[in-house]
């Protein structure tokens, strides 16, 4: 058992240390479609930096999300310009009505109903401010929820377009944590952040030129105190920066250990992993406690810091303005007014002060987000890349060599082919490159060097999105979606009929369970098939693959969670469905490929041995002793 210590540093290096995003390094968890041998076990571990490497771009590419909203901020801010100005309006109407009305210089009696009259023009001037603040916030949120719309729009645009291999190598959880928490901090800095600096900074502007009229000496206090309150300010901000930043990314890096263990949720509890799990939590939640702490406490200080400076210069404001009335005839609403500005005046640096929280926060969530939109797309197809009308399925290796990284060679010179209505399976140890083989036909990585061929055209000449249509899956780990069976089997092909959907059931053995459902083909799943046993669930992923219609078949170790009794149920229709289609089929279970027509066995990347059962038999080599048990698949 790993000290506490020794645990922290792993799982630092496996879900990203503070400000690192969490990414399936070297020896981490295989991909999803992979299973073991796959590119995530030779994933480079991947991380952005802890703090934006260019914030006026981070910041540009914010405001490029407002372009479209222009209108509507100019018409918000005009809204902020009319409040502030009424803020500074009512604030100095106090002058006249207390010397005139109030506190005479004459010394005579108050004006009462004049007073009444500065009271309810007042009471407008603040009125039409409420107004206009209201409306101010009403349009900045719907800017900036249309402006988080398109950014969502956006990312998830670009996860789709995103290759296997950036899946391979990054946490589930953090992705998510990217959609959800950043970018819901990026929304509270454009629905209130922006309208509150510019406001303040309007407040800061009007407010000292207002001082300035009212009486120039007690404007020096103000003045000297100005820098006083900018340094504290400044000093609070730089550190709190680097903490917010490494909130943002500790917070990925937990849900990324979520969103792991719950779906492993039954892998932990058969090894008994419940309190080792609990204690790795623990860990990653207290570096998150640990860096939220930081990151609120820097940011929480920042009011009364500044609170305490503004108190500071109320007071000196209130003891020399009480002198100047004495000994220089200031007026009282004069002292009064000013007064007010002084509270006026350090209540914007205030808000910018405290909002600087959120512009860091939006930041580190802002520069997670574009370092998924900034990754490399799957390269764009050529402009006359080929798009077949019929695709027959003749598929051809020719000296193939490929690695997912450029230091470690997978595949070593494979050379192979596959008519029309072949059946070919690949035998060999786990990492052999059994599943690698498939990845390639896909084109979910391209390969370093030989070359590819359907139908005689080099597979990258070929339309990536023609080419996978051509193509069905059937996976080891089995995915349905939130939806009725009949959607999830129609999910191989959209325009699918209902009479073909319950074709393709039948083909895959899987109509008469189906049919045992409450509500047959239109019961609901949920949670990933959660109300299904693994073999039903699996069953529909055969019949998905089914009504596709697709010429290439690919079938990884896609009876592997199928009893032997229902393998055997459904062996015919397994049948069925690779009939006149290109097959390619990954198993343990030696049984399941003996009616191949060619069968390749593999080891270290490399074909050792390839021919039909009987003649591999009669060779006596290693696919004989993995057959007849002299030798195990690990």
Same mark, same amino acid.
Do not use: W
């Given at each position: 058992?790993?000290?506490?210590?020794?645990?922290?540093?792993?799982?630092?290096?496996?879900?990203?240390?503070?400000?690192?995003?969490?990414?399936?390094?070297?020896?981490?968890?295989?991909?999803?479609?992979?299973?073991?041998?796959?590119?995530?076990?030779?994933?480079?571990?991947?991380?952005?930096?802890?703090?934006?490497?260019?914030?006026?771009?981070?910041?540009?590419?914010?405001?490029?999300?407002?372009?479209?909203?222009?209108?509507?901020?100019?018409?918000?801010?005009?809204?902020?310009?009319?409040?502030?100005?009424?803020?500074?309006?009512?604030?100095?109407?106090?002058?006249?009505?207390?010397?005139?009305?109030?506190?005479?210089?004459?010394?005579?009696?108050?004006?009462?109903?004049?007073?009444?009259?500065?009271? +309810?023009?007042?009471? $407008?001037?603040? #009125?039409? %401010?409420?107004?206009?603040?209201?409306?101010?916030?009403? *349009?900045? =949120? @719907?800017?900036?929820?249309?402006?988080?719309?398109?950014?969502?729009?956006?990312?998830?645009?670009?996860?789709?377009?995103?290759?296997?291999?950036?899946?391979?190598?990054?946490?589930?959880?953090?992705?998510?944590?990217?959609?959800?928490?950043?970018?819901?901090?990026?929304?509270?800095?454009?629905?209130?952040?922006?309208?509150? +600096?510019?406001?303040? $900074?309007?407040? #800061?502007? %009007?407010?000292?030129?207002?001082?300035?009229?009212?009486? *120039?000496? =007690? @404007?020096?206090?103000?003045?000297?105190?100005?820098?006083?309150?900018?340094?504290?300010?400044?000093?609070?901000?730089?550190?709190?920066?680097?903490?917010?930043?490494?909130?943002?990314?500790?917070?990925?890096?937990?849900?990324?250990?979520?969103?792991?263990?719950?779906?492993?949720?039954?892998?932990?509890?058969?090894?008994?992993?419940?309190?080792?799990?609990?204690?790795?939590?623990?860990?990653?939640?207290?570096?998150?406690?640990?860096?939220?702490?930081?990151?609120?406490?820097?940011?929480?200080?920042?009011?009364?810091?500044?609170?305490?400076?503004?108190?500071?210069?109320?007071?000196?404001?209130?003891?020399?303005?009480?002198?100047?009335?004495?000994?220089?005839?200031?007026?009282?609403?004069?002292?009064?007014?000013?007064?007010?500005?002084?509270?006026?005046?350090?209540?914007?640096?205030?808000?910018?002060?405290?909002?600087?929280?959120?512009?860091?926060?939006?930041?580190?969530?802002?520069?997670?987000?574009?370092?998924?939109?900034?990754?490399?797309?799957?390269?764009?197809?050529?402009?006359?890349?080929?798009?077949?009308?019929?695709?027959?399925?003749?598929?051809?290796?020719?000296?193939?060599?490929?690695?997912?990284?450029?230091?470690?060679?997978?595949?070593?010179?494979?050379?192979?082919?596959?008519?029309?209505?072949?059946?070919?399976?690949?035998?060999?140890?786990?990492?052999?490159?059994?599943?690698?083989?498939?990845?390639?036909?896909?084109?979910?990585?391209?390969?370093?060097?030989?070359?590819?061929?359907?139908?005689?055209?080099?597979?990258?000449?070929?339309?990536?999105?023609?080419?996978?249509?051509?193509?069905?899956?059937?996976?080891?780990?089995?995915?349905?979606?939130?939806?009725?069976?009949?959607?999830?089997?129609?999910?191989?092909?959209?325009?699918?009929?209902?009479?073909?959907?319950?074709?393709?059931?039948?083909?895959?053995?899987?109509?008469?369970?189906?049919?045992?459902?409450?509500?047959?083909?239109?019961?609901?799943?949920?949670?990933?098939?959660?109300?299904?046993?693994?073999?039903?669930?699996?069953?529909?992923?055969?019949?998905?693959?089914?009504?596709?219609?697709?010429?290439?078949?690919?079938?990884?170790?896609?009876?592997?969670?199928?009893?032997?009794?229902?393998?055997?149920?459904?062996?015919?229709?397994?049948?069925?469905?690779?009939?006149?289609?290109?097959?390619?089929?990954?198993?343990?279970?030696?049984?399941?490929?003996?009616?191949?027509?060619?069968?390749?066995?593999?080891?270290?990347?490399?074909?050792?041995?390839?021919?039909?059962?009987?003649?591999?038999?009669?060779?006596?080599?290693?696919?004989?002793?993995?057959?007849?048990?002299?030798?195990?698949?690990?």
């Amino acid at each position: 058992m790993l000290d506490t210590e020794k645990r922290r540093e792993s799982l630092k290096r496996r879900y990203g240390n503070q400000a690192a995003a969490a990414g399936r390094g070297p020896g981490g968890p295989g991909p999803a479609h992979g299973g073991p041998g796959g590119p995530g076990a030779r994933g480079q571990q991947r991380g952005p930096k802890r703090m934006p490497k260019d914030a006026k771009r981070t910041v540009g590419r914010l405001f490029h999300y407002l372009n479209e909203e222009k209108g509507k901020m100019i018409l918000a801010f005009i809204c902020v310009i009319i409040n502030t100005t009424t803020t500074l309006a009512g604030s100095y109407m106090l002058r006249p009505i207390i010397n005139t009305y109030i506190a005479p210089a004459d010394g005579s009696r108050g004006d009462g109903a004049g007073l009444a009259r500065g009271l +309810l023009a007042m009471a $407008a001037v603040y #009125l039409l %401010g409420v107004i206009t603040s209201y409306f101010q916030s009403k *349009i900045m =949120l @719907t800017v900036a929820q249309n402006a988080l719309a398109k950014l969502r729009n956006d990312l998830f645009t670009r996860l789709q377009a995103l290759p296997v291999r950036y899946y391979d190598t990054n946490s589930n959880g953090d992705i998510m944590s990217r959609f959800t928490n950043d970018v819901d901090t990026i929304g509270n800095m454009l629905s209130s952040t922006l309208v509150q +600096l510019f406001s303040g $900074a309007l407040s #800061l502007a %009007g407010t000292f030129c207002l001082m300035v009229y009212t009486n *120039i000496y =007690l @404007t020096i206090i103000t003045l000297v105190m100005i820098p006083l309150m900018m340094k504290a300010g400044g000093a609070v901000a730089r550190r709190s920066q680097k903490f917010f930043s490494a909130q943002q990314y500790s917070l990925g890096a937990l849900n990324g250990y979520i969103e792991e263990t719950i779906t492993g949720q039954k892998v932990v509890k058969v090894f008994c992993h419940e309190e080792t799990a609990k204690e790795e939590f623990k860990i990653l939640n207290q570096e998150l406690r640990d860096n939220q702490v930081k990151a609120q406490f820097f940011g929480g200080i920042m009011g009364p810091v500044m609170g305490n400076l503004s108190q500071i210069n109320y007071s000196l404001t209130a003891c020399i303005g009480g002198l100047l009335c004495v000994a220089k005839g200031f007026d009282v609403g004069g002292l009064t007014v000013f007064l007010n500005f002084s509270r006026q005046f350090s209540r914007p640096i205030n808000e910018i002060s405290m909002q600087v929280s959120n512009i860091f926060s939006a930041l580190a969530g802002a520069e997670r987000v574009f370092h998924v939109m900034d990754e490399e797309p799957e390269p764009k197809d050529a402009e006359n890349a080929v798009i077949f009308d019929s695709m027959k399925g003749h598929v051809v290796f020719d000296h193939v060599t490929f690695g997912y990284v450029p230091e470690k060679t997978i595949l070593k010179q494979i050379s192979l082919y596959a008519k029309p209505g072949q059946k070919i399976a690949f035998v060999g140890s786990t990492g052999a490159g059994k599943t690698t083989i498939t990845n390639l036909i896909n084109r979910f990585y391209d390969i370093q060097s030989g070359s590819i061929s359907i139908d005689g055209v080099e597979i990258r000449k070929i339309n990536r999105e023609n080419l996978r249509k051509n193509i069905a899956m059937v996976l080891q780990d089995t995915h349905l979606f939130t939806g009725t069976v009949r959607e999830n089997i129609r999910y191989g092909r959209l325009d699918a009929t209902d009479e073909e959907v319950i074709q393709a059931a039948k083909t895959a053995s899987a109509h008469s369970f189906i049919m045992r459902l409450p509500n047959g083909y239109d019961t609901m799943l949920e949670g990933d098939g959660a109300n299904l046993s693994q073999g039903q669930r699996q069953l529909l992923n055969i019949a998905r693959a089914a009504i596709s219609k697709a010429p290439i078949l690919i079938l990884d170790e896609a009876t592997s969670s199928v009893d032997t009794r229902t393998e055997k149920h459904i062996e015919h229709g397994m049948d069925r469905l690779m009939a006149d289609r290109t097959t390619f089929v990954i198993a343990h279970r030696l049984s399941t490929v003996r009616n191949a027509n060619a069968i390749m066995v593999l080891e270290n990347g490399v074909i050792i041995e390839r021919g039909d059962h009987d003649e591999l038999i009669a060779q006596k080599g290693r696919y004989y002793q993995l057959y007849t048990g002299l030798l195990e698949l690990d």
